[in-house]
């Protein structure tokens, strides 16, 4: 299936039925009184974020929603019935947005999160209820008012621990098959990706994280060039990413830190908070060079790009130094966890230590 991230569709919530205008009418019962009942109320559009729904293609089919009508009221105080809730699935991680206006309307991180979108329309009132000390027998009504309609904007961001971050080519989606079950595709022409891939990584027994890999970045890609720019919103929730570079030794130490500069360029370009998450350097593809030369070439690189954080060599093909990184990385985003997890906790009186840091494991590894 084509991954769709982006969709709008119009909702319409249903009408209320209208109030009824009726007098009681019995045999020996000489006065009877109005008993016109009120109309249903209508039923409401919701979006329900559902697990097992990873796109939003089915969007690109059908496009307008509208929930049931509420029926009209009756006699003997009969109240109309009121008209079905209509709940859409889309898949944990949709935005959703009020298109005219570019609203924020809600953010289903979560199966089972539910977003009213449309509220459905009151019953009208029978003549029943207008009936007073001075109006024995009216005859007013009021019609079911109209449900409410919008026009909407879905955005899916994925939801991932870490996100694989670089070049076309440098090996992402390589990774991301050799760490995971994940299977993206892999070729050996650029923007082989060309949609993010979500993998899960299992490390033991209920350890695990989830991986991101999206379409690899160009110069420019901030303004628009290559496919990457499209996806990087993708990358927003993670809580790590792994700059993947393609560090085969027939590659100068000075093009490859040139190329990691670019990246890092156009991540700050076009976010500060993204550009402000944890990255961790990861150089592929050393099963081309001798293992004696790895690490030294791993720090050349790190010191040419002027890397101050975690770097790590790799290589994608032969999985070398790939359990190294994801045990660092399990480590990492169980040390965040259990911060997170204590800063929840209400203050006590030895709430004025300062936190543990959570930064990743610094120095190369081969």
Known sequence: MKFVDEADIRVEAGRGGDGTVSFRREKYIPKGGPDGGDGGGGGSVYLVAKEGVNTLADFRVQRRFKAESGQPGGGRNMTGASGADLFIPVPVGTEVFDFDTGEMLGDLVAPGDRLLVARGGRGGRGNTSFKSSVNRAPRQFTR????????????????????????????????????????????????????????????????????????????????????????????????????????????????????????????????????????????????????????????????????????????????????????????????????????????????????????GRSGHRA
């Open 144 to 359: 079911g008012e109209p449900g409410e309609a919008r026009h909407l904007k879905l955005a899916l961001k994925v939801l991932a621990d870490v996100g694989l971050l670089g070049a076309p080519n440098a090996g992402k989606s390589t990774l991301t098959r050799a760490v995971s079950a994940a299977r993206p595709k892999v070729a050996d022409y650029p923007f082989t990706t060309l949609h993010p891939h979500l993998g899960v990584v299992r490390v033991g027994i209920e350890r695990s994280f989830v991986i991101a890999d999206i379409p690899g970045l160009i110069e420019g890609a901030a303004e628009g060039a290559g496919l990457g720019i499209r996806f990087l919103k993708h990358l927003e929730r993670t809580r790590l990413l792994w700059h993947v570079v393609d560090a085969n030794p027939d590659r100068p130490d000075d093009e490859i830190a040139a190329e990691i500069r670019t990246i890092v360029a156009e991540l700050e370009r076009y976010s500060t908070e993204l550009a402000a998450l944890p990255r961790w350097l990861v150089l592929n593809k050393l099963d081309l060079m001798p293992a004696d030369e790895r690490d030294a070439h791993v720090g050349r690189v790190a010191e040419a790009c002027g890397w101050s954080g975690p770097a790590y060599g790799i290589s994608a093909l032969t999985g070398e130094g790939i359990e190294t990184l994801v045990r660092d990385t399990m480590r990492f985003l169980e040390r965040l966890r259990e911060a997170e997890s204590e800063a929840s906790v209400p203050a006590s009186a030895d709430s004025d230590r300062p936190p543990t840091e959570t930064g």
